[in-house]
């Protein structure tokens, strides 16, 4: 079979939709949603462009170039291997993996027994087993999150949401804070922290494995369908996206006292169901965790593989799981504070590479423009995290938004673009 029918495209959207849609994903669109109010719908904007659009561009992007590897070793060789490493490691064992298993048991667990030390160990080691026995062969997680968690996952969000359209709890707020001055770059800021767009530059191994496991073989047919299932990804995402934003922002106002979205849902659940709400609520973050951890400990595991292959895909798998397992024990709070600066400098570099493999066909030639552009992305970036040069860095356009970055990579866009011309023969500076 040289061609995925509808039925298995639609099966393996639904699958890295499944993949996409974590901790992350529930925890900020209804949290904006309260905090922006009446000026919700721009901050959503700015939000779905970087946490819908961009993450489908990635799985685009990589599709493209033939793998992550390939597209950031248009920068240079080290670069690939270095940007490639702190991309797994970041959404696997140090950041996003251990936060699905904090997430769902503050949710799925916390209310109904408390939060004691020895019941999250408990708790997280066996979250981890189950999604470690999925993970171990990738090449079948489209049976599991594709048929089974992923559309239960659907039903149990939109039962939520239809309850809240049905019974309204109350009316948009007036917007706070940032979002009353730049709501919609704030939303495009709050889209880093669903991890997404750097979690697709990784997923395209998982799907492609999964396209390749029925029948469609021919490279050309595994990278459409890849591309095609991003796009369906995308459009679950850009509906589930805005459902949990409206009925957020709805319940705003009458829960003012929310500090982050998780009290939000919690609040809007309980108003709509009563206890039964809380366990309905529990049971949401614990699949999209639970489907999140497995794509991500499947992708992490196929790729240290192939660089290290001393190590079988399994054995990695466990070790990722295991690594995880410790760090999910520090809590929620701790790990969400060491992911903001991690992403805000790893972000910035994932969106220029993603923008520029997009449009690798026209820029082809202008090989140095990757670079320079990369180069001058990531410094920008690792100052404004550090607080380095804060004076100079204010002068930017854009810096008080969260993007300074992106007038700096421009102009490395352009002087790559000219080393291009001047030194056509040369095959990379940094090589």
């Given at each position: 079979?040289?061609?995925?029918?509808?039925?298995?495209?639609?099966?393996?959207?639904?699958?890295?939709?499944s993949?996409f849609?974590g901790?992350?994903n529930?925890?900020f669109?209804?949290?904006?949603g309260?905090?922006?109010?009446?000026?919700?719908?721009?901050a959503?904007?700015?939000?779905?462009?970087?946490?819908i659009?961009?993450?489908?561009?990635g799985?685009?992007?990589?599709?493209l170039?033939?793998?992550?590897p390939q597209?950031?070793?248009r920068?240079g060789?080290?670069?690939?291997?270095?940007?490639?490493l702190?991309?797994?490691?970041?959404?696997?064992p140090?950041?996003?993996?251990?936060?699905?298993a904090?997430?769902?048991?503050?949710?799925?667990?916390?209310?109904?027994?408390g939060?004691?030390?020895?019941?999250?160990?408990?708790?997280?080691?066996?979250f981890?087993?189950?999604?470690?026995?999925?993970a171990?062969?990738?090449e079948k997680?489209?049976?599991v999150?594709?048929r089974i968690?992923?559309?239960?996952?659907?039903?149990?969000i939109?039962?939520?949401?239809?309850?809240?359209?049905?019974?309204p709890?109350?009316?948009?707020?007036?917007?706070?804070?940032?979002?009353?001055?730049?709501?919609?770059?704030?939303?495009?800021?709050?889209?880093?922290?669903?991890?997404?767009?750097?979690?697709?530059?990784?997923?395209?191994?998982?799907?492609?494995?999964?396209?390749?496991?029925?029948?469609?073989?021919?490279?050309?047919?595994?990278?459409?369908?890849?591309?095609r299932a991003?796009?369906?990804?995308?459009?679950?995402?850009?509906?589930?996206?805005?459902?949990?934003?409206?009925?957020?922002?709805m319940?705003?106002?009458k829960?003012?006292?929310?500090?982050?979205?998780t009290?939000?849902?919690?609040?809007?659940s309980?108003?709509?169901?009563?206890?039964?709400?809380?366990?309905?609520?529990?049971?949401v973050?614990?699949?999209?965790?639970?489907?999140?951890c497995?794509?991500l400990l499947?992708?992490c595991?196929?790729?240290?593989?192939?660089?290290?292959?001393k190590?079988?895909?399994p054995?990695?798998?466990g070790?990722?799981?295991?690594i995880?397992?410790?760090?999910?024990?520090?809590?929620?709070?701790?790990?969400?504070?060491?992911?903001?600066?991690?992403?805000?400098i790893?972000?910035p570099?994932?969106?220029?590479?993603?923008?520029?493999?997009?449009?690798?066909?026209f820029?082809?030639?202008?090989y140095?423009?990757?670079?320079?552009?990369?180069l001058f992305?990531?410094?920008?970036?690792?100052?404004?995290q550090?607080?380095?040069?804060?004076?100079?860095?204010?002068?930017?356009?854009?810096?008080?938004?969260?993007l300074?970055?992106?007038?700096?990579a421009?102009?490395?866009?352009?002087?790559?673009a000219?080393?291009s011309?001047?030194?056509?023969?040369?095959q990379?500076?940094?090589?």
């Amino acid at each position: 079979m040289n061609k995925l029918d509808r039925k298995n495209t639609l099966l393996v959207g639904v699958t890295l939709f499944s993949m996409f849609f974590g901790a992350g994903n529930l925890i900020f669109p209804p949290f904006l949603g309260a905090q922006a109010g009446t000026n919700t719908w721009w901050a959503f904007v700015g939000f779905a462009f970087s946490a819908i659009g961009l993450p489908v561009l990635g799985v685009v992007a990589v599709a493209l170039s033939g793998g992550l590897p390939q597209l950031s070793g248009r920068v240079g060789p080290r670069f690939a291997f270095v940007f490639t490493l702190l991309i797994y490691l970041s959404i696997g064992p140090c950041l996003a993996i251990p936060r699905t298993a904090s997430t769902s048991f503050s949710m799925a667990v916390a209310p109904f027994a408390g939060s004691a030390l020895w019941l999250r160990v408990l708790y997280a080691l066996v979250f981890f087993v189950i999604a470690f026995l999925i993970a171990l062969k990738p090449e079948k997680i489209s049976a599991v999150l594709g048929r089974i968690t992923g559309p239960l996952l659907l039903l149990l969000i939109f039962a939520i949401v239809v309850a809240c359209l049905l019974h309204p709890p109350g009316e948009y707020g007036e917007a706070l804070g940032v979002y009353a001055q730049t709501p919609l770059p704030q939303g495009f800021i709050d889209g880093y922290q669903t991890m997404d767009a750097i979690a697709a530059l990784n997923f395209g191994i998982v799907i492609a494995e999964n396209i390749e496991n029925r029948g469609v073989r021919e490279e050309k047919s595994v990278v459409s369908a890849t591309i095609r299932a991003g796009w369906i990804a995308g459009a679950f995402l850009l509906v589930v996206y805005a459902s949990l934003t409206h009925i957020g922002a709805m319940g705003g106002a009458k829960f003012p006292e929310a500090t982050d979205g998780t009290q939000v849902l919690a609040q809007l659940s309980n108003l709509q169901f009563g206890p039964v709400g809380t366990a309905i609520l529990g049971g949401v973050f614990f699949i999209a965790c639970l489907n999140t951890c497995i794509g991500l400990l499947s992708c992490c595991g196929t790729y240290f593989h192939s660089q290290w292959p001393k190590l079988s895909v399994p054995a990695w798998v466990g070790v990722f799981a295991i690594i995880s397992f410790f760090i999910s024990i520090a809590g929620l709070d701790t790990i969400l504070k060491v992911s903001v600066p991690v992403l805000g400098i790893i972000y910035p570099v994932a969106i220029v590479l993603i923008l520029m493999g997009i449009f690798h066909h026209f820029i082809e030639r202008l090989y140095l423009s990757y670079f320079w552009c990369v180069l001058f992305t990531a410094i920008i970036s690792i100052l404004s995290q550090f607080g380095i040069g804060q004076s100079l860095l204010l002068h930017l356009p854009f810096y008080t938004m969260g993007l300074g970055w992106v007038v700096p990579a421009l102009i490395g866009f352009v002087l790559g673009a000219i080393f291009s011309f001047l030194f056509p023969k040369r095959q990379g500076m940094f090589r």
